[in-house]
């Protein structure tokens, strides 16, 4: 059963309430991995609404009641904050994996006066993101620098996977890029590239198209937006 299908079902799981925090979180976490033996859970943590706990597998967050009876898939929302308080815990755990991030394995273009930078999963194959790509000199003008992620939406083994393989593993992998979504042919080359790494990671963060855009701050912005949506986006942090 998908988390996204699930709005609230009971787990039929019971166990005493534990006082002891750790060992409370073992119980939940066993409850859920019982219930679905598959999935791997990054964290536990109380939710702000009492008797709730907050769990987050991947780009999912969930909630659990105390006694492990109930799951609970939604959005919890702060109405005097006007704050969507279940996106914020999103938020925080995509900027733990973007930083997990090593320099040398996005491609980054970037003017002299950058302030600001977005993450971006990308395909070579994908008429929004060479749409994007044409906006990069405008985005850099505005100090707005731009870190290209892999993402072949039809695998890493498919011809664009390969062909993004070759990008990543020209000496000159800016301009290797730009030419590749032009649809210019791009030297075959082999390397320890960060393509299968960059594509499972965006499995994990939650990437569902490209172009897909994040902010320093965890924030995602779906889909293709023009310079003064994106820099307008970033002044909101």
Known sequence: MKFCSVVLFGLFISFSVLADDAALNEELSAAISRFLPDVEIDSIQPAPIKGLYQIIIGPDVIYMTRDGGYVVKGEILDI????????????????????????????????????????????????????????????????????????????????AGQEMSNVWCSEDRQSALTAAKNRESIEAKTCDDPVAKQYALGQRIGVRGTPSIYLENGRNLPGYMPPDEIEEQLKLR
Request: glycine share 4%.
């Open 80 to 159: 005097n904050e006007r704050r969507n308080l279940t996106e914020d815990v999103r938020a925080a755990s995509r900027v733990k994996l973007l930083n997990s991030i090593e320099n040398d394995e996005y491609i980054e273009f970037t003017g002299e006066d950058a302030h600001d930078a977005i993450y971006v999963f990308t395909d070579i194959d994908c008429g929004y993101c060479r749409k994007l790509h044409r906006d990069v000199p405008e985005l850099n003008a505005r100090g707005i620098s731009v870190r290209y992620l892999a993402y072949p939406r039809a695998g890493v083994d498919s011809a």
